[in-house]
């Protein structure tokens, strides 16, 4: 039995809490929502009413979270992790991040955020296919553990693991990170052709075809390709890309139906880390000399507001650029 600190006590963080909480571990959950928080405390999970085997501990102050573990999960929205974090004095500790999505303005990955705060932690990347609603059900999945120290990977594993969690290891971070973060994007893109009612053949094809993209931009930036056939790339995309429960689909989907981002967003409700990150692959793509079609019209949706239909058939007009087909 461990103790394991989770930053960030949304869907994910408290799904996570549930997988903890069901192996044995203690769990303390930070987040600055007071209400979630009692909710947590009486050992109930605020969004789908599941109890907890182990009453968790829960709190709105962060320091009391820093001091309970030396394992530190982060499930927060990846655009406040640095402004939560910066500042703390953190030395030895483990970080685990379950967060996807990459930091806009450096455009980093959530370990190197760490890493630059921390750098006499040790930080490890979990991802993959993997709704909250039914994690914290206890139906099972697979994801997959990230980081350099096969050790620490199998200790960590050993906190979270069971039938219904299984969970891979891998060693290429940099692989696994951008694939659950380059993944929404391509999602949001599927979403806007559903939303359009373009259909499964044309879903398909965004599917594929920004796979490619993924493990374009994924390569050049020190991912391996085999970790984008994986399960934190093609394996979660697969999952975001066809499926309502998605929110970075659905926010898709109601901007092809029309509806504005404010609109889209408020509807959702919940972080949609797409929108962000879709800012972050404009710039690296660009200053890195990579086509990225797919990206590039979400982010012209997405940013710079411009009409979906008008940038799909655009999107779909453009002169093809090569004869055959590969990355
Ligand atoms: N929901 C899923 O199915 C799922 C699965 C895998 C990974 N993720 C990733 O997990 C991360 C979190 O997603 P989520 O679904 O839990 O989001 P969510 O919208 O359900 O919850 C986000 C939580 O962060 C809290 N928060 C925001 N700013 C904060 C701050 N400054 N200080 C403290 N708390 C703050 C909010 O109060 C909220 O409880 C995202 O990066 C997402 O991509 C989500
Ligand atoms: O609901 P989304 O689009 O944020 O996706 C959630 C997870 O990343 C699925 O693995």
Redesign the pocket.
């Known amino acids: 039995m461990s103790k394991v600190a989770i930053?960030?006590?949304?869907?994910?963080?408290?799904?996570l809490g549930l997988v903890l909480s069901r192996k044995g571990n203690e769990v303390m959950l930070?987040?600055?929502?007071p209400f979630?928080v009692e909710a947590l405390k009486e050992g109930k999970d605020p969004?789908w009413g599941i109890e907890f085997e182990k009453k968790p501990f829960a709190t709105t102050h962060?320091e009391e979270a820093l001091d309970f573990s030396q394992y530190i999960l982060i499930?927060?929205?990846?655009q406040?992790i640095r402004?939560?974090l910066e500042g703390k004095s953190i030395k030895g500790k483990i970080f685990i991040s379950?967060?996807?999505?990459l930091e806009v303005g450096t455009n980093k990955r959530v370990s190197e955020v760490l890493k630059e705060l921390f750098p006499d932690c040790k930080v490890l990347a979990l991802?993959g296919p993997?709704?909250?609603?039914e994690?914290a059900k206890g139906l099972p999945c697979a994801v997959v553990l990230a980081g350099e120290d096969v050790a620490l990977l199998r200790e960590v594993r050993q906190l979270f693991s069971s039938e219904l969690f299984r969970v891979y290891l891998s060693e290429d971070i940099v692989g696994v990170e951008l694939g659950?973060a380059l993944k929404?994007v391509i999602a949001i893109a599927c979403g806007i052709s559903d939303g359009l009612g373009f259909g499964d053949n044309a879903r398909a094809g965004l599917i594929t075809r920004g796979l490619v993209e993924m493990v374009r931009l994924g390569t050049a930036l020190g991912g391996k390709a085999q970790t984008f056939y994986g399960l934190s790339g093609l394996g979660d995309l697969v999952l975001t890309s066809t499926s309502s429960?998605s929110?970075n689909r659905t926010f898709g989907f109601l901007l092809g139906q029309g509806l504005s981002l404010e609109q889209a967003q408020e509807k959702i409700g919940?972080?949609v880390?797409g929108k962000e990150t879709v800012k972050a692959v404009k710039e690296l793509s660009e200053k890195l000399g990579l086509y990225a079609p797919i990206s590039w019209a979400v982010y012209r949706v997405v940013v710079e507001g411009e009409e979906p239909l008008k940038v799909a058939r655009e999107l779909l007009l453009r002169p093809p650029q090569r004869d055959f087909e590969g990355l």
């Open positions: 930053l960030g006590a949304g869907r994910w963080g408290t799904a930070f987040d600055k929502n979630v969004y962060l499930a927060l929205p990846v406040v402004k939560v379950a967060s996807k999505g991802s993997s709704f909250a609603e994690t659950g929404n429960k929110r919940q972080v880390e």
